[in-house]
């Protein structure tokens, strides 16, 4: 019923920045709670930010002050900025929204998280 599509993934240098966009589509009828987390070779998937409907962020210790999580519900969008990259940060980076979407002649509703399809982020110099 629906699917979320990152972009903005990439190589760049310590201390770059790179923007990560993911959008959601299909037939959603609410998007709750948004988020990013990244996943590094051999580690688990972390928690990076989070955005509440309401604008809410939260955010990992590690990331605190050099990335900025935002969203734009008419375009179904939720954003991360990344600022001041460290080699540290390098991981596959997830887009995850829990969404309400509807189905069928009935409009059968559900409610359940989404997982995008990761996208690589590199920093290297």
């Known amino acids: 019923q629906a699917q979320l599509v990152e972009s903005g993934g990439g190589l760049v240098q310590p201390g770059g920045s790179l923007r990560l966009s993911c959008a959601a589509s299909g037939t959603i009828l609410s998007i709750n709670n948004m988020a990013w987390y990244h996943q590094a070779p051999g580690k688990e998937r972390e928690l990076v930010a989070s955005?509440?409907?309401?604008?809410?962020?939260t955010y990992a210790d590690s990331v605190k002050g050099r990335f900025i999580i935002s969203r734009d519900n008419p375009k179904k969008t939720v954003y991360l900025q990344m600022n001041s990259l460290k080699s540290e940060d390098t991981a596959v980076y997830y887009c995850?929204?829990?969404?309400?979407?509807?189905?069928?002649?009935?409009?059968?509703?559900?409610?359940?998280?989404?997982w995008g399809q990761g996208t690589q982020v590199t920093v290297s110099s």
């Open positions: 995850y929204a829990d969404l309400e979407t509807y189905s069928g002649a009935y409009f059968n509703r559900e409610r359940r998280a989404y």
């Open positions: 955005i509440s409907s309401g604008g809410r962020t």
